[in-house]
């Protein structure tokens, strides 16, 4: 191993195994060179560097930043840098090999007892889960601190998705329609494709196939104000199109080229929301709704013409089958049907206070 300074005022350190050079790095300080040595050796050796552990939180954390930066998407480095602010004091001015389960459990019971929703520490969870991970890539820690302890769950409501059932999205449809039947036809697309806000905006005409089945390649997503990026999930899914969407998707991809957007307004600029809800009154016609319920939408009207919950699964790109079942408890399970058909048989049948009645 060597360290020298570069004509630049750099300094270059050297890793070797033996006689084999392994790698080398540049860095603005001898310390930081150092330090990067020290760990790649350890890491040769098959352990950890007992004195990577002891660097401050604080510090370790603002390199994990530089590295996430140019490696996940903006809106997950955002949720990093909160993670950050978020981060109790206690945990950042302590040894990095200091932070036990025990420390993590009370920072997520501080967050929920102030006030933070449940959601935003799941959040917070997630990012301090991968910062850990990347310390043990790194060699500084031997194990995730975070792996083992969950969030508590809080007390408050959970917000409920509010779908439209098959006939209010056809009243809805035609209201829109009034307004802005371009605009219509697209959010009728999205309650029976299930697709997102950003993916519909992103939705090029290549997407669009017709064999062996009609559907739609989901590859890409654009939330507003980002470049293209890959879906929720990191993974392409194909969804099918129905007959009531095929020859509205099909008038959308005629005359355009397989690179050309989809979906897009009457002028053929890309979709905004601000301006969609705006011409279509959502505030009025969506009845207190979410654009993104028009995806649970898509969800509950497979599941009730009968589609296997995997299959809504796949479609959806849903990670884990926990997700598709809160539509099924949503709609109600063929329990719930066949134990409200043993209510409304014979109504008054069982006896009891209607039998009272009678015989008053």
């Known amino acids: 191993m060597s360290i020298r300074k570069t004509p630049g005022g750099r300094f ?19 310390k930081e060179a ?23 939180v604080s510090l370790v954390v603002e390199r994990w930043l530089k590295v996430r930066e140019s490696t996940v998407a903006p809106t997950t480095y955002r949720g990093d840098r909160n993670m950050v602010r978020l981060l109790p004091t206690s945990m950042k001015n302590v040894h990095l090999s200091a932070i036990s389960e025990r420390e993590v459990a009370r920072s997520f019971e501080t967050l929920l007892a102030k006030g933070l929703a449940d959601g935003s520490v799941v959040r917070y969870r997630a990012s301090l889960s991968a910062f850990f991970a990347w310390c043990v890539r ?49 959010l009728l697309v999205m309650g029976w494709t ?26 890409r997503s654009q939330p507003e104000g980002f470049a293209v990026k890959s879906t929720k ?12 969407v095929l020859s509205i998707v099909r008038s959308f991809a005629e005359g355009k080229a397989p690179g050309d957007l989809l979906f897009t307004t009457r002028g053929g600029g890309q979709l905004w929301r601000t301006h969609t809800v705006r011409e279509l009154q959502w505030k009025k016609t969506g009845r207190g709704r979410r654009l993104h319920d028009l995806r649970h939408t898509a969800a509950c009207l497979w599941l009730s013409r009968g589609v296997e919950p995997g299959t809504v699964q796949a479609w959806c790109g849903h990670e884990s089958i926990a997700t598709t079942n809160r539509y099924l408890h949503f709609l109600g399970t063929d329990a719930d049907k066949a134990g409200l058909n043993k209510l409304n048989d014979g109504l008054g049948s069982a006896g009891g206070a209607r039998d009272a009645r009678d015989g008053a």
């Not at 040769?44 to 004195?51: E, K, Q």
């Not at 083992?148 to 509010?162: F, I, L, R, W, Y």
């Not at 299930?194 to 390649?217: D, H, I």
Request: hydrophobic residues 40%; positive net charge; aromatic residues 6%.
């Open 194 to 219: 299930g697709l997102r806000w950003g993916e519909v905006r992103a939705m090029q005409v290549a997407n669009f196939v017709e064999v062996p089945t009609p559907g739609l390649m989901v590859r």
């Open 34 to 56: 150092s330090a990067w040595l020290k760990r790649e050796k350890a890491a040769l050796d098959g352990g950890i560097d007992p004195r990577a552990g002891k660097e401050r």
């Open 233 to 244: 999930g990191r993974s392409v899914r194909r969804v099918p199109l129905a007959d009531r």
């Open 12 to 30: 270059r350190a050297q890793l070797k195994n033996g006689r084999q050079f392994v790698g080398s790095r540049t860095f603005d300080t001898k």
């Open 138 to 186: 790194e060699k500084l820690i031997a194990s995730n601190p975070v792996t083992g302890v969950k969030v508590p769950k809080g007390s408050d409501e959970v917000a409920e998705m509010d779908p439209f059932s098959e006939y209010e999205l056809e009243a809805a449809y035609l209201t829109w329609k009034m307004k802005d039947e371009r605009l219509a036809d697209i």
